[in-house]
């Protein structure tokens, strides 16, 4: 398909599928000024503070907006919602009933009809046995979100990692594993949405986007014609971008951020809006380096144009 038309074609889709009218730019994007040509942090002082902050999302409306926070080593997802023509002041969701214990609910990911939320879950008991992390999942009812349950076999497995979880516009997950028959460290996988709940055996998306390097964080686009995971096919740091192409994806191509990496900064969490005007990602910083989250000593939220991403889709 012709980059031109592609593009429209993916602007105009969300809008036709929610039948509603184009909201002012404020609605969509918590009344933020929009970033130029080079990353901006996302909403200074309401999702980037001197907490850590990661990975901001939207609801395919832009009636609600979703990050994690780190608050005394739980990592715990918060909202905000447009309310009577403005924007609330976020707040946390409670996922698990315990909120003494240490516990993870980071990665966030909607469903089309902003009812569903999954996202890469550790729960209190879990947390304590250092058990791995799985998919976890909380529904909207009467306003509201409920604790979350964890989403069973064949999705999360007691033995094995599941991570990043990408809803899709068919109810279908995309997540990452390293279950056996992987190709590396982890690898993408995709399990089909078969109704009430239940999902098909997931299965590898294999080459060229699955390597033996191991991939991690990755967004597919509703329609899933695209995706976009952390770079592992060249020397740079930071993302490449998948396009399908007679139904097979393509191999991932490296595009730039409009920045220089920063050195010891992980790039992590990408996320195109739901209008696939700007692309999302957060970067993370540990002392030392190599500590992980353990050693994480600043998280942040940034945001940029994404017309650079679709500049590969021909290529």
């Known amino acids: 398909m012709h980059k031109k038309h592609l593009l429209s074609h993916l602007i105009v889709l969300p809008l036709l599928l929610l039948n509603c009218k184009p909201f002012a730019f404020g609605q969509h994007y918590l009344d933020q000024h929009p970033p130029t040509s080079t990353p901006d942090l996302f909403a200074p002082s309401i999702v980037n503070t001197d907490s850590i902050e990661i990975n901001s999302v939207f609801n395919a409306s832009f009636t609600e907006m979703f990050f994690t926070r780190i608050i005394n080593k739980r990592f715990v997802i918060h909202h905000a919602e447009w309310v009577d023509g403005h924007w609330t002041a976020p707040e946390p969701i409670q996922m698990f009933a315990d909120l003494e214990r240490e516990s993870v609910a980071i990665d966030p990911t909607l469903s089309q009809d902003g009812n569903t939320m999954y996202f890469l879950g550790v729960s209190p008991e879990d947390r304590i046995k250092k058990a791995r992390p799985d998919i976890y999942k909380s529904e909207k009812i009467d306003g509201v979100w409920q604790l979350a349950t964890k989403v069973g076999p064949p999705v999360s497995t007691p033995e094995y990692a599941e991570s990043y979880p990408v809803v899709v516009a068919d109810g279908?997950?995309?997540?990452?594993?390293?279950?056996?028959?992987?190709?590396?460290?982890?690898?993408?996988?995709?399990?089909?949405?078969?109704?009430?709940?239940?999902?098909?055996?997931?299965?590898?998306?294999?080459?060229?986007?699955?390597?033996?390097?191991?991939?991690?964080?990755?967004?597919?686009?509703?329609?899933?014609?695209?995706?976009?995971?952390?770079?592992?096919?060249?020397?740079?740091?930071?993302?490449?971008?998948?396009?399908?192409?007679d139904g097979a994806w393509q191999k991932p191509a490296y595009f730039h951020l409009g920045e220089t990496i920063e050195k010891d900064w992980v790039y992590f969490c990408p996320y195109m809006s739901p209008d696939f005007k700007y692309f999302f990602f957060s970067k993370r910083l540990s002392n030392p380096p190599s500590s992980g989250w353990e050693g994480v000593t600043k998280g942040e939220v940034f945001w940029v144009p994404s017309s650079e991403i679709f500049n590969h889709s021909e290529k």
Do not use: C
Not at 181 to 198: C, E, T, V
């Open 172 to 245: 279908s997950l995309y997540f990452t594993s390293n279950r056996p028959g992987g190709l590396g460290k982890s690898d993408i996988y995709r399990a089909q949405y078969m109704g009430n709940g239940q999902f098909d055996t997931p299965v590898n998306i294999g080459t060229p986007v699955n390597t033996d390097q191991g991939e991690r964080g990755t967004y597919v686009s509703p329609d899933e014609n695209f995706l976009i995971t952390a770079n592992t096919y060249s020397d740079e740091k930071g993302f490449a971008v998948s396009f399908k192409k």
